[in-house]
């Protein structure tokens, strides 16, 4: 494959396109360049399924006049874990005996189809998605991108493969068990995997229909973010599709607080215990406060997904393949959800009740949870001899995620003294997805970790857009931090974005007899001045809490920035400020709350 584009972020390749250094047709080359024997490919794009979706492209431009604003992802190339649908191509879920041609695209594949995102190929897997290993596929044994003798991870063991390579800039797995976390962490990447029903999975062969997520594998958390914000929304054709209360957090604090688990477990494996130990030091130093917290019921929900009737979820989503077709791992896991009772199911659908709620209330005063990855990581030889136990010690910090309803993320933190990768993983409840990737980001810029195994520096990944699901409000006086009244704005989970001025249209003054004393903005036709403002993301569905306790006289209007940028922000009524005291030259409520108390 070309150089050029090796490791390149979605920034490089849209850059690229902007500026005219590159037109689609390149994706020719790159393809022609890439290794159907590789592994971690099932099937590449033949030339002419790549012409038919340049084709689309250049329709696409056309019906948008060229504007690539409105196509984010015009021309980018990536991959798709062979268990989801791609119109006209086989889906074979790594068994070839099972294989489909696809009529439709999977919703997530076409959505990112319609912003101008190409398929280069179809990614290896642990059949039927049924293992964190990467070795269960009749397609071959995916190996670790740093060092072969190991594995890859599973299932989603090919995307992660051709991300952390930098033959593309990101691809899609799943994820029910941890198949879009474990591969991430072995091989330097960045796995983002969604809440619940965020991303449709229509299109995608259940492993284990009501718990599977389609998950994004990238080389940051700005690209993963990106990717999974253009792929996810609801979708009423996927009855466990969700729709976005938009009540959660979308940011994190400047001093976030995470819990970790007290005494965690890493089956002797001391270099990913070393990595782990140094994550919470580093994250320490980024001005998080850490808690230890009992971790039994993670725990034990961990262990139902495979040692309880859940497993027979599995077993119903392939009642219709020949066993005999089945990779004897697979085949014996799916058998053993036959012994099962329809009593057990809903037994073990009361335990998850029980744990899942203890796991959320435990969280409860977290802005996350940080645990490994994984607690260890085995080589191919290794595997083969004890290919159940090892995959089982893999999903210690996964297992429990889907079952409890949480979101997670993914991240690289280091190389082991031995050069092999190992990952935290950031996990909160649902919907907190924007929140972890605030979090994500701010710890991939600390570190600054090469990408993947590109060995190519990180490269800035530029400030955050406001999240969606958000109102930013610019605040004046006693919702300021550290004033009276910000717990209004705290304990509705809004987060600090920044400080900055308004334009230099408006005067400031002091309102008589208001308790706490509050200030009043007014924008003015002249003799104006900048004034001192923080801006805070509200999560949308909170807003109107807050609102409704804004008391006259006053209220929420528009608010123009020194940028030029509008936001939400409080005005005054005009009644008010006549023989208020003008503070402007203060410059901002806060200098004259000092001078008060001077």
């Known amino acids: 494959m070309s150089q050029s584009t090796r490791g390149w972020t979605l920034n490089d390749w849209q850059q690229a396109y902007r500026n005219q250094h590159l037109q689609p047709a390149v994706l020719a080359e790159l393809l022609a360049e890439l290794n159907d024997s590789d592994p971690a490919w099932i099937s590449l794009a033949s030339a002419q399924q790549l012409q038919v979706q340049l084709d689309e492209l ?9 504007d690539l604003a409105k196509l984010p ?64 596929s009749p397609y071959g044994a995916v190996p670790n991108s740093f060092d072969p003798t190991y594995v890859s991870g599973g299932s989603s063991s090919g995307s992660a493969s051709v991300v952390a390579r930098g033959l593309l800039p990101f691809a899609l797995g799943t994820d029910t068990a941890g198949s879009g976390r474990v591969p991430a962490g072995f091989n330097n990447i960045v796995g983002l995997k969604p809440t619940k029903g965020w991303l449709s999975t229509r299109g995608l062969l259940p492993a284990c229909r009501t718990l599977d997520c389609i998950s994004v594998f990238a080389l940051t958390v700005a690209d993963a973010q990106a990717v999974a914000t253009i ?12 729709e976005n209360p938009n009540s959660a957090k979308v940011g994190m604090p400047a001093k976030p607080r995470l819990a970790v ?71 014996g896991i799916v058998a053993g959800g036959e012994q099962y009772s329809a009593c057990d ?13 203890r796991i959320n209330d435990a969280l409860v005063g977290f802005d996350a949870l940080v645990v490994p990855t994984s607690p260890t990581i085995r080589t191919l030889a290794e595997m083969a001899a004890e290919p159940v136990l090892f995959n ?21 933190a280091g190389l082991r003294a031995d050069g092999l990768p190992a990952g935290i993983t950031l996990l909160a409840p649902a919907w907190h997805d924007q929140a972890l990737a605030a979090l994500g980001r701010r710890w991939q810029d600390f570190l600054a970790l ?30 300021l931090t550290g004033m009276p009244l910000n717990f209004q704005l705290t304990r509705r989970d809004a987060v600090l974005v920044e400080q900055t001025t308004s334009s230099a249209h408006y005067r400031l003054y002091a309102l ?27 999560p949308q569905a909170r807003f109107g809490e807050f609102v409704a306790e804004i008391p006259p006289p006053l209220g929420i209007g528009n608010l123009q920035l020194a940028d030029g940028r509008w936001v939400k922000g409080f005005i005054c009524e005009p009644y008010a400020l006549e023989g208020a005291r003008d503070i402007t030259g203060f410059g901002g409520w806060r200098a004259f709350i000092a001078s008060q108390q001077g």
């Open 261 to 331: 688990p007290a005494a965690p477990e890493f089956f002797g494996d001391a270099q990913n215990q070393a990595v782990f130990e140094q994550a919470l030091g580093q994250l320490r130093e980024l001005g998080a406060e850490l808690v230890e917290i009992d971790f039994a019921p993670f725990r034990e929900l961990a262990e139902q997904l495979y040692y309880g009737s859940w497993v027979a979820e599995r077993t119903v989503a392939l009642e219709h393949v020949d066993p005999a077709h089945i990779n004897p791992v697979v085949r």
């Open 231 to 242: 792929a996810g929304g609801f979708d009423a054709a996927d009855p466990y599709s969700r």
């Open 58 to 66: 250049a329709e696409r431009l056309a019906d948008v006049a060229g």
């Open 392 to 412: 089982s010690q893999f999903g210690t910090y996964t297992n429990f995620t889907n079952l409890a309803d949480l979101c997670a993320l993914a991240v690289p």
């Open 345 to 357: 199911a809903y037994k073990a659908e009361y335990i998850r009740a029980e744990l899942s709620r």
């Open 73 to 136: 992802l015009y021309g980018v190339p990536f991959a798709i874990k062979d268990n989801i649908d791609v119109a006209g191509w086989p889906t074979t879920a790594a068994c070839p005996e099972f294989a489909y041609t696809a009529a439709a695209d999977a919703c997530v594949v076409a959505r990112l189809r319609a912003a101008g995102a190409i398929v280069i190929g179809k990614t290896n897997l642990d059949q039927f998605a049924t293992g964190l290993v990467g070795t269960r």
């Open 512 to 538: 008589p007899g208001t308790v706490p004393p509050k200030p009043g903005l007014a924008r003015v036709a002249e003799d104006g001045a900048e004034i001192i403002v923080e801006l805070w993301d509200v």
């Open 450 to 479: 090469p990408l993947g195994a590109t060995g190519r520096a990180l490269p800035p990944q530029g400030a955050p857009a406001q999240a969606p699901g958000s109102v930013r409000v610019a605040v004046v006086g006693a919702h």
